[in-house]
């Protein structure tokens, strides 16, 4: 499998200082854990899945958390090397790319999957982004996944932004098995429709090289004699050996690395901005920090 690279993003001294200050300063219990939390939170490897194109590989984390009977049954997929040859046949210019088995006789084999669209409001640590949002009463992130949450409606769920791994289906809510996708610009209206079981967190790069199919044209569906890319193959992490197995981390959360990821790209001070922009953050157009490990380390 060709080695991934991901941009290893530093914690600065600055922050450092910051989390000590917040010990000696008169704070809440919870801007105290967010100060002393660690800056880094390891992926379990089990919600690895690699996925290795001819353009290079992409890295995607399950959220069985959100979703859990969708990333089993995407990981057992997987692990059956039900999607090793599988092609992108519907990939869309700025909406999404999807792959899987196409055939239906093919499809029908696999058991269909009660929607997880949404689930109840969580005790898990919800993080607000800090600013209104044009879908969601309230937005933030839990562990690195965006999450829209409502009081009203007593629900969260996981937002379609770029690189949102999602399961497609037809008309019927409950009728996806096998056939995901993955978002290339953001759908936020699809929010709560389809079910977001996981995110790509390396080589969405690659994933945007994807060849397009033409919207008009079967909704998308390349058209024969062309084919989508192929799927190589795909892997679980944690099925790998230890000397090969890819380590990922995201920032952990709530922290004060990750209060200051948000504000560098909130408030934007440089030189460079003779016209300040509106200290607001967009949910989809904010990266949570991402850094790959040394095998073994």
């Known amino acids: ?80 090397d039900v999607y090793n040859g599988a092609r992108f046949y519907r990939v869309i210019d700025a909406f999404v790319a999807q792959g899987g088995l196409q055939d239906d006789a093919a499809i029908e084999q696999y058991p269909t999957l009660t929607n997880e669209n949404d689930r109840a409001l969580s ?21 690195g996944f965006a999450v829209g949450r409502s009081e009203s409606l007593q629900k969260e769920w996981l937002l379609h932004c770029p690189g949102a791994l999602a399961m497609a289906r037809d008309t019927d809510p409950d009728s996806g098995s096998t056939e995901f996708y993955i978002v290339l610009d953001a759908q936020r209206y699809l929010d709560r429709n389809l079910t977001v079981f996981g995110r790509v967190i390396d080589g969405m790069q690659y994933v945007q090289k994807l060849k397009r199919g033409v919207r008009a044209i079967e909704s998308g569906v390349i058209q024969a004699p062309d084919v989508g890319d192929e799927i190589l193959s795909m892997t679980v992490a944690a099925d790998l050996a230890d000397v090969i197995r890819p380590n990922y981390q995201v920032q952990a959360m709530p922290s004060q690395a990750f209060e200051d990821a948000k504000t560098a790209k909130r408030v934007r001070d440089e030189a460079f901005f003779y016209r300040k922009p509106p200290e607001i953050l967009d949910i989809c157009g904010f990266e949570v920090p991402v850094q790959k490990r040394p095998a073994n380390d």
């Open 1 to 80: 499998m060709r080695s991934m690279l991901v941009a290893v993003f530093g914690v600065s001294l600055a922050a450092a200082c910051q989390a000590q200050d917040a010990l000696e300063t008169d704070l809440t219990e919870q801007e105290i854990a967010s100060a002393t939390a660690p800056d880094w939170r390891d992926i379990d490897p089990d919600n690895l899945i690699l996925i290795e194109t001819e353009h290079g590989d992409v890295v995607i984390e399950l959220n069985p958390d959100f979703a859990p009977n969708h990333a089993a049954q995407f990981r057992n997929l997987v692990r059956g």
């Open 123 to 143: 005790d898990a640590a919800f993080v607000p982004l800090g600013n209104a949002d044009l879908f969601a009463p309230i937005v933030g992130h839990i562990d």
